[in-house]
């Protein structure tokens, strides 16, 4: 979709990249559901900002990390901070649009998702940037996990709940996305 190497490595260090990804990724995601996002611009750069200075204090304080920080803690400390500032603030219904005449009717699979995402809108993006993040990476390594990994519906209402009502560390997170790749044979 919208993740690639260029693009990731511009999102972290450019805050008007992050502010333009995560609106084209949220409107393409919530578009599934006949929604689009309101956002708020403040709060998607607050959150760019806290990620990024998480990402210098952990890397700072974690002297065994040789490489530095690997996709799966920056991916959980995305994630965290983009479900901790919530830049989702409402959505509009596509399928109300007075100037397109009758009203459009949604199928199982759109029904389903918006089930989801009326609730969870701001977990749902959360983790899902996380995830492709992750699975990018997992991807370009060769991880044959990866290629397979479809995730069920119910571990990610699952994910979803426990991001929003649960106490959730970048650090949970990260494990979280780890073992999604992992195999433990």
């Known amino acids: 979709m919208l993740i690639n190497a260029g693009r990731l490595q511009a999102i972290e260090a450019d805050e008007n990249d992050f502010v333009g990804f995560y609106s084209e990724y949220s409107e393409n995601i919530l578009h599934l559901a006949r929604l ?10 607050e959150a760019h900002g806290a990620w990024t200075k998480d990402l210098e204090r952990v890397g700072s304080h ?16 995305l994630a965290f901070w983009l479900r901790r500032m919530s830049p989702i603030v409402e959505f509009v219904d596509e399928t109300m649009n007075i100037a397109d005449g009758g009203e459009y009717t949604l199928d199982e699979s759109e029904l389903k998702f918006r089930d989801l995402i009326a609730g969870h809108a701001n977990e749902y993006m959360a983790f899902d940037i996380g995830f492709q ?5 997992e991807l370009s390594v060769g991880s044959k996990i990866a290629g397979t ?3 069920s519906e ?3 209402r699952t994910t979803c709940h426990f991001m929003k009502y649960k106490q ?18």
Do not use: T, W
Request: glycine share 4%; proline share 5%; charged share 25%.
């Open 168 to 185: 959730c560390s970048p650090h949970s997170l990260f494990m979280v996305y780890k073992s999604l790749f992992y195999s433990v044979a």
């Open 149 to 151: 990994l479809d995730l």
């Open 36 to 45: 689009f996002p309101r956002l708020s611009r403040p709060r998607i750069i």
């Open 154 to 156: 119910d571990y990610i």
């Open 62 to 77: 974690e002297n065994k990390l040789y490489e530095g920080l690997d996709h799966f803690k920056r991916a959980g400390h």
């Open 133 to 137: 993040y992750c699975k990018f990476y």
